[in-house]
């Protein structure tokens, strides 16, 4: 299988050394808008900044930014191979200027500094014919036993709900570690409590193992928090949204 890397950022980088690991793939090119973070890529492979000079290919994997997938993929319009992008948010239909169209959302959160395990990661897969999704099985096969048929629009809630649980997770990390930093304590003491809190979801709901002063409802320690953020900044705006929203959804009163 031949394929052609569009991007040279997070997930671009990833998948490039995935497929460069696995037997049966050549990537024959990576192309990105500006040469800057082409660098790494020039070392393995044939780079590009032009989109005319993009060569023939089984897939063209689009590891761009959402915004410019559709306006890219117009330039694809004269080629054979299957045009696929990674996006969790981005529909099937972006890529209707080519005649055949794919996804290939990989469901994990990438920096290209962080090392993931590549067969953990769950594929999401779409194609506007069964050809084409069998080949995409096939790509994601290579690196990953988890590969998913998902619809453009099972994609949207999917990449909702990615956001609430990595995105917005991950910015309470960082409100925590601001906290700890301000009072001198080392963030370092709150990570078992963030693995066993990401760990305890594998086996149970999460929705039967909220702990916390909101579920319990102990208005004095909610009070003492509330005293303890600045009332300038957004965090105890946060805090009080988030601890409502636990309180309503288990049927407690603030
Ligand atoms: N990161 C994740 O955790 C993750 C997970 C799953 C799926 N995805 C999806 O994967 C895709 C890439 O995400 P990413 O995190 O790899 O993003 P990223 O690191 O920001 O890389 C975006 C790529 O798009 C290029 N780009 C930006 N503006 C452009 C333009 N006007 N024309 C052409 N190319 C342009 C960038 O080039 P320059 O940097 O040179 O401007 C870069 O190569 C997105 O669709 C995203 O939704 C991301």
Not at 47 to 53: K, Y
Not at 127 to 150: C, F, P, Q, V
Not at 205 to 219: C, E, F, K, L, M
């Amino acid at each position: 299988m031949e394929i052609i890397v569009l991007g040279s950022g997070n997930v671009a980088t990833h998948l490039f050394k995935a497929f460069s690991a696995s037997e049966g793939i050549r990537i024959k090119q990576v192309f990105n808008h500006s040469a800057a973070s082409l660098g790494f890529f020039k070392k393995h492979t044939e780079v590009t900044t032009e989109i005319s000079e993009i060569a023939e290919a089984d897939i063209y994997l689009m590891a761009l930014k959402d915004d410019v997938i559709s306006d890219v993929a117009k330039k694809f319009s004269n080629k054979s191979g299957l045009v696929v992008h990674t996006s969790g948010s981005v529909a099937l239909d972006a890529l209707s200027g080519c005649s055949r169209r794919g996804v290939f959302y990989p469901l994990q959160t990438f920096s290209k500094e962080n090392d993931v395990d590549y067969s953990e990661i769950p594929f999401c897969l779409e194609a506007t014919s069964e050809e084409d999704l069998k080949l995409l099985r096939n790509l994601a096969g290579k690196i990953s036993g988890k590969a998913y048929e998902i619809s453009s629009q099972q994609r949207k809630k999917l990449h909702l709900s990615a956001v609430f649980v990595c995105n917005f997770v991950n910015h309470l990390y960082a409100i925590g570690e601001q906290i700890c930093q301000k009072g001198e304590i080392p963030f370092e003491i709150l990570k078992p409590l963030i693995s066993e809190t990401a760990n305890k979801v594998q086996q149970a709901s999460p929705a039967r193992v909220q702990t916390g002063p909101a579920i319990r409802n102990d208005h004095s320690t909610i009070d003492a928090h509330l005293r303890l953020l600045d009332s300038s900044g957004e965090n105890k705006e946060i805090y009080t949204l988030l601890t409502s929203a636990i309180q309503t959804f288990h049927g407690k009163k603030l």
